[in-house]
């Protein structure tokens, strides 16, 4: 689980960008399909491609993750999503 360190994710953004891309998970897609709105909990927010694609929809996210430089690429990420 060597990826997991705090010094490899860091490096990983610095070399890729958005790690995970832009576009949200597949089954989080399906979501705004089975519930029309309500609050969500994001762990592990990433970027926040699945928090932001929610929050386009209505919902009311609260993202959290365990490493500072994830959220700065995240609320970087928002502010390129125009939603906030």
């Known amino acids: 689980m060597d990826f997991l360190n705090e ?3 860091v490096m990983k ?3 890729q960008g ?4 832009m ?3 597949p089954y989080v897609v399906k979501i705004p399909e089975i519930i029309s709105s309500g609050n969500t909990l994001d762990i592990g927010v990433g970027e926040g ?3 932001i694609f929610l929050a386009k929809r209505g919902f009311e996210v609260t993202g959290i ?6 959220l700065t690429s995240a609320h970087i990420f928002l502010d390129c999503s125009q939603i906030g």
């Open 18 to 21: 958005l790690l995970w891309g």
């Open 7 to 9: 010094s490899n994710i």
């Open 49 to 51: 491609r699945n928090a």
């Open 13 to 15: 953004y610095k070399e």
């Open 23 to 25: 576009k949200p998970n």
């Open 65 to 70: 993750d365990c490493f500072a430089h994830i």
